[in-house]
């Protein structure tokens, strides 16, 4: 069974930064593709940032040069890197695995639909 539990969320001022983790537990990670996506409050989901099983990764263009995906296979965690946070960047995160067939294409668009499993979330506000 796949578990993925974020960590790091939290309050900051606009321009401050923090980093998001999300330890993932089951099966062969190293061949997942994996994700972040957020909420913000009172709007839908939407995808923020993705890296496949090459560690090729997309951006959505509101986080292009300010965030940054990363991976540590070693110690199984997805990481989000946030620089320059605006509060617009206030939403609930949630980090993603697209395992069962992982596909690099669902990466690049941060296709929601194509994720199998999903952590509960951790929660970023960024106050002016």
């Known amino acids: 069974q796949v578990q993925l539990v974020e960590s790091g969320g939290g309050s900051v001022q606009a321009g401050g930064s923090l980093r998001l983790a999300c330890v993932v537990t089951?099966?062969?990670?190293?061949?997942?593709?994996m994700a972040w996506f957020r909420q913000p409050p009172g709007k839908g989901r939407e995808g923020v940032a993705g890296?496949?099983?090459?560690?090729?990764?997309t951006y959505a263009d509101s986080v292009k040069g300010r965030f940054t995906i990363s991976k540590d296979n070693a110690k199984r965690t997805l990481y989000l890197e946030m620089h320059d946070l605006k509060p617009e960047d206030t939403a609930m995160y949630y980090c993603?695995?697209?395992?069962?067939?992982?596909?690099?294409?669902?990466?690049?668009?941060?296709?929601?639909?194509?994720?199998?499993?999903w952590g509960t979330g951790t929660l970023v506000t960024v106050t002016s």
């Open positions: 993603a695995a697209d395992v069962i067939f992982p596909s690099r294409a669902a990466i690049e668009d941060l296709d929601s639909s194509a994720m199998d499993y």
């Open positions: 890296i496949d099983y090459y560690d090729a990764t």
């Open positions: 089951g099966y062969d990670y190293s061949q997942y593709c």
